[in-house]
């Protein structure tokens, strides 16, 4: 009996020490510290902010700290995401994914997550920021916290940047769209296509969740990475000083946007301090200028710098472009919008070609045309459906005005 009784005291010292040797090393980062206290700061400046403009912010607890889970995620979930956010903190980048989402879209969300998670993030554990026009409901946050390795963060966008501004005229806005819808233009006719653009264009790195952020990798629902990612493509655009990427680029449909170029040139006269030298001005025109080939970067798939975004150049072009009215009375993109900002406020080596990143959205696949590269990052795409050398893809265009060569074989893949 004494024996036991003893026994059972070891059991419980031996506990004991485990969990002090737990909070010590929990608690001994400096790093993680220093975290914990900016980071609710940095919330709650986001939320007032968000909050006068009429949306709301939702996010999964900071790691280690006491403030409950506003995000559909059980205390369970959300700690075992902490951990798993904090095995590689310190190499990270200030980078997060972000994703436009409704909540019809979670089992599609679900298959990008997943597909992000297996080929890239499962050893880094960044960040996610969903935006919706609508309160995401509690299957898409229990569904979409559960999957990612790094913390979610759920956000309402403000009526304010989903919403006709008050310059635009309704009737002449309704009867583009129905001229569209007799054309059979694509989306000709959808108003909440038109909000998507003119969000994407303008008003997504705006939003609070993105505030403490450098950099962002755009991922939409149902897209497919074909190739593990052995580096980290947010680390790679810091340390190269890259600002803007991609993996698909096509010719934009021209009836969605006659008048896009006339107004680009009129923001160019208006603001020549805004362009810059040795720019990719012959990736986006033919003539110096004088009119758009329709090359655009195909935005579904992008990261970039939200400093390049936020900067003052971005945001009297984008300003400029929302007055002129080509949002609604129109239908212009967000591809083609952010592509011309590229293409003329970087300089050349600020752009980046992803080859190794194999990407498919339908209905385009990027599958990298070396198949020593497919085989060396287990990709499973086939080559045959590579868009990069086909003759509606912009990415030859690429290689040739930046002096780059072009992969083995890639002849073949050309229509």
């Not at 994407?200 to 991922?219: I, N």
């Not at 935005?299 to 929302?322: G, H, K, P, T």
């Not at 980046?352 to 499973?380: D, G, L, Q, W």
């Not at 050398?389 to 005005?401: A, M, P």
């Amino acid at each position: 009996m004494a024996s036991g009784s003893a026994r059972y005291l070891r059991y419980v010292l031996f506990a004991l020490f485990g969990l002090a040797v737990l909070y010590f090393i929990s608690s001994s980062s400096i790093a993680r510290s220093s975290f914990q206290k900016s980071a609710p700061i940095l919330q709650e400046q986001a939320e007032k902010v968000n909050e006068a403009l009429g949306g709301k912010v939702e996010t999964t607890p900071v790691p280690g700290s006491s403030s409950p889970a506003t995000d559909g995620t059980s205390p369970a979930q959300a700690g075992a995401g902490s951990l798993l956010g904090s095995a590689n903190v310190e190499g990270r980048m200030n980078a997060t994914f972000v994703t436009l989402a409704r909540n019809t879209d979670v089992w599609d969300m679900a298959r990008s997550i997943r597909q992000v998670e297996d080929r890239f993030n499962h050893n880094y554990h960044y960040d996610w920021v969903f935006l919706n026009d609508k309160p995401f409901d509690a299957q898409f946050k229990k569904v979409t916290s559960a999957m990612a390795s790094g913390k979610t963060r759920y956000g309402e966008i403000p009526r304010a940047h989903w919403s006709f501004p008050d310059f635009i005229d309704q009737e002449h806005a309704k009867k583009t769209r129905e001229e569209m819808k007799e054309k059979k233009v694509i989306y000709g006719d959808s108003v909440s296509y038109r909000h998507m653009c003119r969000f994407e264009s303008g008003f997504f790195f705006r939003q609070p969740l993105l505030a403490e952020y450098d950099y962002y990798w755009r991922v939409e629902p149902g897209i497919e990475l074909f190739c593990n990612i052995d580096f980290d493509p947010f680390k790679f655009m810091v340390d190269n000083n890259k600002k803007y990427s991609f993996t698909i680029s096509l010719y934009e449909y021209i009836e969605t946007i006659p008048t896009l170029w006339d107004s680009v040139k009129k923001f160019m006269q208006a603001h020549p301090e805004h362009i810059a030298e040795d720019n990719s001005m012959e990736f986006v025109s033919d003539d110096g200028g004088a009119t758009y080939n329709k090359c655009h970067f195909w935005s579904n798939f992008e990261i970039a710098s939200l400093e390049f975004l936020r900067s003052q150049a971005y945001m009297d072009y984008f300003e400029f472009l929302d007055r002129e009215g080509g949002f609604f009375y129109e239908r212009w993109g967000d591809a083609p919008v952010h592509s011309i900002a590229a293409a003329l406020m970087l300089k050349k080596n600020e752009l980046h070609f992803f080859n190794e990143i194999a990407y498919y959205h339908v209905p385009f696949t990027h599958c990298p045309t070396s198949e020593k590269m497919r085989n060396a990052n287990k990709c499973h795409c086939n080559p045959k459906d590579n868009f990069d050398w086909k003759g509606y893809s912009c990415t030859s265009r690429f290689f040739d005005i930046n002096g780059m060569e072009k992969p083995e074989g890639y002849e073949n893949q050309m229509d």
